[in-house]
Nanobody
């Protein structure tokens, strides 16, 4: 499966964005999905993950309360709603499909999206 991320852009602090990640095929519906981000000069970090049936959600501590992951299997798309954004949220955001018996932080990963840039201005 290939993943196409979109929805990034420039937003003022306090604003919101909804990122989307659309898969290339319906086998997407069998994968757990997640979002990571990488800020300039920092390592890539886990934000959120969601099971194939939306029954299980996991969030990094820094993501709780401001980020919400969801999916629409009919649209083969996973979303990341980002609210009350702060400049420290400026990063490239990546979606990921997990493989098999995964750890939501370390994988294994079946596929990565190409990333979408979010810039939060103060």
């Amino acid at each position: 499966v290939q993943l196409q991320a979109s929805g990034g852009g420039t937003v003022q602090a306090g604003g919101s964005l909804r990122l989307s990640c659309t898969a290339s095929e319906r086998t997407f519906n069998t994968f757990a999905m997640g979002w990571f981000r990488q800020s300039p000069g920092k390592e890539r970090e886990f934000l959120a993950a969601l099971g194939w049936s939306s029954g299980s959600r996991y969030y990094a501590e820094r993501a709780k309360g401001r980020f919400t992951i969801s999916r629409n299997n009919a649209a083969i798309t996973v979303y990341l709603q980002a609210d009350r954004l702060i400049p420290e949220d400026t990063a490239i955001y990546y979606c990921v499909a997990y493989s098999g018996n995964y750890n939501y932080k370390t994988g294994p990963f079946h596929a990565w999206g190409q990333g979408t840039l979010v810039t939060v201005s103060s």
